[in-house]
């Protein structure tokens, strides 16, 4: 029976070294851990701060307007309220303005977790403001919308730093229960006689769990606040008193179970055969627990996974599995330790001496005494290898997601159908415009990006994707060259003769004269350079007016013959590809029109040209005429001729992973049906990339929007702009001013600053990882009796206090070397798995297909390792042999 207070004040005041170095290290981890989580936290609020600051009108804003019978003031004081209760309190500026109530960021107070609080709950803004003061008001303002991409590039982020919170957790963890269980050894021999007095091990794993968790958890609170109150005074912020609170309570609970077990498995003598296997058991589950981490790690590369509603959530065991991996190759080295030694000191057994034998004999014959050393060491070694591929890897590919993303300088979008796309290219001046169209076609498991643009532009205007792609060499792959029948002068003339059509009889007697047939006409020019002309004409004119009646009415003039001529850039070689007519829009009338072309005085040669491939109605080809039939069908299809050399299949370039979901290979061609407008074609692969700059997802086709129009029945207009400038911000600004109703996009720079803002992350959890090796060297570096009993010994026997101190320093420095070598190995293994897939994650808009290599900066990454590994070496060469000999020999006389 054992129990009392006065009991357990003795029983600690007997292990006070141990338990109060408990507490000293837990005081340090909990300020590591919590130190490093608020300075992650203060980068993810300067991304939210820079991101709302960006913003303006209403996306800066959220506006309650109130009734006639609501107060303002009200209303304002409820929204306070609301905000307060969300646990947001101060991040949004509250005031009246005219009537209405204004909640804007307050730039200077809000954080990162704040915007994240408001992101979910300013939906349910006006009900909590109706719920407390009776009125609903009406809101306005995209502030919520705003805040909605905050939350979503800060939780995409989260991903790389929990890795890295996750690496020093680990680390943490161990180094405290190290700590911990030297308490357990300092009273073996205690507790072996109480339980031979009869006290049961429940008793004794229960005082034990709770002495400990004790001495940790007000060791830990110290740490954690001290480690908050430092991290608030440099990064601006208030600590989080909860997760202090977590951290130490985390903390005090490892402590607490290592003690529970080490003092269950040590209050009976054990068979060694039984704790050898337990042994081998736990490791073996281990391994099984990082084998199981690191597949999930692998099926979704970051840790934060999707929800089946759509949200994200933070899965704990992805976010430590490559602590685990790194823990698990910890245990490789220390296993490896005996048999690399034995062959070391078997190499030097013809040395006759005593170094280096007799330290690596000593160190093969006792791995258990070094387990903890080589375990720190190569845990700190490999998160600062992790951290620096990490880095480098950030550095290498900078800002070309952005690019990936937007595709060139400036790229605007949703062009209106009365305004010309060439037009909003001209806007600002830009050194270079490329007019495109994304489309779309149906494939057997989805629909795929095509995105049609003009080839010829693609080297000055498309970005290189950070050199992943060539834009010149796709523009010449796609670029259809001697096609078409080539032009003698620098003009073009075109005659459509469309004959009147038979007379109708609606009455017996009475005829109907329907006049001749309106036709539009479009013709299609390729010059020698490559570049694409589209030239458009109609034999009728449309007006609308009223009659007397003040009825709406339509008139026509549709004429039986219309010549026109074209006047031609005269610096270039021109060739006519393809003619295509179809019935006016605004009238109908059936019949068929006849073209002739001439240039240069001489009448071109029509007789080669035959009908584009799944061209609707009919062509006749005469002499140096087509006639043509064209449908009477929805969109007004054109019926198409091309020119010989022109191409039966549209070059396109594809994407590697589309390619192989098609079984497609260079050269191979597939017909696929295009969505709006809708119309079949077929394709030949020209070129496979790997990605596709200025697609959602980096994965499509990419074709000649003039190629693609002569394989088209119907008009396919640019809607789209891509322009190159050294000055992106005016040119979008530019653009923006002349053309409101277009959406421009540029490459935002904060995207690669807030990715390359993760790697401080891993730099905090290297820095903390070394500083508990350094801890735990230290304390092991402390003799304890049978270590002063051991360097007597060895002083006695003739070594003499120097040489003694020599051989003992020498074999902790090999546990230091095996570390430092099993950690590179360990943290290089680990970089390979998990840094492509963070950087990805960091960024959010990386697609699975762009390359993301492993980087390394070597002078900086290998000083670094050195570094550190001169600072263990130091530690534990300072050992010194004891002062007094005689009474360290005599003890057990």
Do not use: C, H
């Given at each position: 029976m054992i129990g009392g207070l006065r009991f357990a004040l003795a029983r600690a005041r007997a292990a006070a070294a141990p338990l109060v170095t408990l507490a000293v290290v837990a005081a340090l981890s909990a300020l590591l851990v919590v130190a490093v989580a608020a300075l992650i936290g203060s980068v993810e609020t300067r991304e939210a701060r820079g991101a709302l600051a960006a913003a303006t009108g209403d996306r800066s804003r959220i506006v309650l307007t109130t009734g006639a019978d609501a107060s303002a003031d009200e209303i304002a004081a409820a929204a306070r309220d609301a905000v307060g209760g969300w646990g947001a309190g101060g991040a949004l500026d509250v005031t009246v303005e005219d009537g209405d109530v204004v909640l804007t960021p307050a730039l200077d107070r809000i954080t990162g977790a704040q915007s994240l609080v408001l992101a979910d709950s300013l939906g349910g803004l006006r009900d909590a403001v109706e719920e407390r003061t009776g009125d609903r008001p009406q809101g306005s303002g995209g502030l919520r919308d705003t805040l909605g991409e905050v939350q979503d590039g800060i939780e995409v982020r989260r991903g790389p730093t929990a890795v890295a919170l996750g690496l020093l957790g680990l680390l943490t963890a161990v180094v405290v229960g190290a700590v911990a269980i030297e308490a357990v050894r300092a009273r073996e021999s205690e507790s072996m006689l109480l339980r031979a007095r009869g006290a049961r091990r429940r008793d004794l794993v229960w005082l034990g769990a709770l002495e400990t968790s004790v001495v940790a958890?007000?060791?830990?609170?110290?740490?954690?606040?001290?480690?908050?109150?430092?991290?608030?005074?440099?990064?601006?912020?208030?600590?989080?008193?909860?997760?202090?609170?977590?951290?130490?309570?985390?903390?005090?609970?490892?402590?607490?179970?290592?003690?529970?077990?080490?003092?269950?498995?040590?209050?009976?003598?054990?068979?060694?055969?039984?704790?050898?296997?337990?042994?081998?058991?736990?490791?073996v589950l281990l391994a099984v627990v990082t084998g199981l981490a690191v597949w999930q790690f692998v099926q979704s590369g970051t840790p934060v996974v999707e929800r089946g509603d759509g949200g994200t959530v933070l899965d704990p065991l992805v976010a430590i599995a490559p602590a685990l991996a790194l823990a698990l190759a910890a245990l490789v080295a220390v296993a490896l330790a005996t048999p690399i030694a034995r062959g070391v000191a078997a190499a030097f057994a013809p040395i006759r001496g005593v170094s280096p034998i007799t330290p690596l004999r000593l160190a093969s014959r006792r791995p258990a005494r070094h387990a903890l050393s080589i375990t720190v060491v190569a845990f700190a070694i490999g998160t600062i290898t992790v951290a620096g591929a990490y880095q480098a890897s950030l550095t290498a590919l900078g800002d070309a997601p952005e690019a990936l993303r937007v595709g060139a300088d400036v790229k605007v979008g949703t062009i209106p159908d009365d305004v010309a796309a060439a037009e909003v290219a001209s806007a600002g001046s830009p050194d270079a415009a490329m007019l495109a169209r994304p489309m779309s076609a149906q494939g057997a498991d989805g629909r795929i990006p095509i995105?049609?643009?003009?080839?010829?532009?693609?080297?000055?205007?498309?970005?290189?994707?950070?050199?992943?792609?060539?834009?010149?060499?796709?523009?010449?792959?796609?670029?259809?060259?001697?096609?078409?029948?080539?032009?003698?002068?620098?003009?073009?003339?075109?005659?459509?003769?469309?004959?009147?059509g038979e007379p109708i009889e609606y009455e017996e007697g009475q005829f109907h004269e329907p006049g001749s047939p309106a036709f539009q006409v479009r013709v299609s020019l390729l010059s020698a350079a490559g570049a694409t002309e589209t030239l458009t004409f109609s034999n009728a004119d449309f007006s609308i007016g009223e009659d007397d009646d003040g009825n709406v009415v339509e008139t026509a003039d549709v004429r039986a013959e219309e010549t026109v001529t074209f006047e031609l850039d005269a610096g270039d070689q021109w060739s006519l590809a393809a003619i295509a007519l179809a019935y006016h829009p605004l009238g109908f009338v059936p019949g068929a029109g006849t073209i002739t072309a001439g240039s240069g005085g001489d009448t071109v040669d029509l007789s080669a040209f035959r009908p584009a491939a799944g061209t609707p109605g009919s062509l006749e080809v005469t002499g140096s005429a087509l006639t043509f039939a064209p449908e009477a069908a929805a969109g007004e299809p054109f019926t198409q001729a091309v020119a010989p050399g022109v191409?039966?299949?549209?070059?396109?370039?594809?994407?590697?992973?589309?390619?192989?979901?098609?079984?497609?290979?260079?050269?191979?061609?597939?017909?696929?049906?295009?969505?709006?407008?809708?119309?079949?074609?077929?394709?030949?692969?020209?070129?496979?990339?790997?990605?596709?700059?200025?697609?959602s997802a980096g994965e499509g086709m990419l074709v000649d929007l003039g190629t693609l129009s002569l394989a088209s029945p119907f008009e396919i207009l640019p809607t789209q702009a891509w322009l190159a400038t050294e000055d992106p911000g005016?040119?979008?600004?530019?653009?923006?001013?002349?053309?409101?109703?277009?959406?421009?996009?540029?490459?935002?720079?904060?995207?690669?600053?807030?990715?390359?803002?993760?790697?401080?992350a891993f730099w905090l959890a290297a820095g903390g990882a070394v500083v508990l090796a350094t801890v735990v060297l230290v304390l092991r570096r402390t003799r304890s009796r049978a270590d002063a009993r051991e360097l007597a010994l060895l002083a006695v026997i003739g070594l003499g206090r120097p040489r003694a101190s020599r051989v003992r320093a020498q074999e902790d420095l090999f546990a230091v070397a095996m570390g430092a070598v099993g950690g590179i190995a360990a943290g290089i293994a680990t970089a390979w798995l998990i840094v492509a897939p963070l950087v990805r994650a960091a960024y959010g808009?990386?697609?699975?297909?762009?390359?993301?290599?492993?980087?390394?900066?070597?002078?900086?990454?290998?000083?670094?390792?050195?570094?550190?590994?001169?600072?263990?070496?130091?530690?534990?060469?300072?050992?010194?042999?004891p002062g007094g000999l005689a009474p360290l020999m005599r003890e057990d006389e």
């Open positions: 958890l007000v060791g830990s609170l110290v740490g954690a606040f001290a480690g908050g109150f430092a991290a608030g005074l440099w990064t601006g912020t208030g600590p989080s008193i909860l997760g202090a609170l977590a951290v130490a309570t985390g903390i005090a609970v490892v402590a607490a179970a290592v003690v529970a077990v080490a003092t269950a498995r040590g209050a009976d003598r054990g068979s060694p055969r039984a704790r050898a296997v337990a042994d081998i058991g736990a490791v995105l049609a643009v003009e080839a010829r532009e693609l080297g000055e205007v498309m970005l290189d994707a950070g050199g992943t792609i060539d834009p010149a060499a796709l523009g010449e792959a796609l670029t259809v060259a001697d096609a078409g029948v080539p032009l003698a002068g620098d003009a073009l003339t075109l005659t459509l003769v469309a004959p009147p191409p039966t299949a549209v070059p396109a370039v594809m994407t590697s992973a589309l390619a192989a979901s098609l079984s497609l290979e260079l050269g191979d061609t597939i017909a696929l049906e295009l969505l709006k407008p809708e119309f079949e074609a077929d394709f030949e692969i020209a070129d496979i990339v790997p990605v596709l700059p200025g697609t005016a040119v979008a600004a530019a653009v923006e001013e002349q053309f409101a109703q277009t959406v421009t996009m540029i490459a935002d720079p904060r995207s690669g600053q807030n990715a390359a803002a993760t790697a401080s808009s990386v697609p699975e297909a762009y390359p993301v290599v492993l980087q390394a900066q070597p002078l900086l990454l290998g000083g670094l390792i050195l570094t550190a590994a001169l600072v263990f070496a130091g530690i534990v060469a300072t050992v010194r042999a």
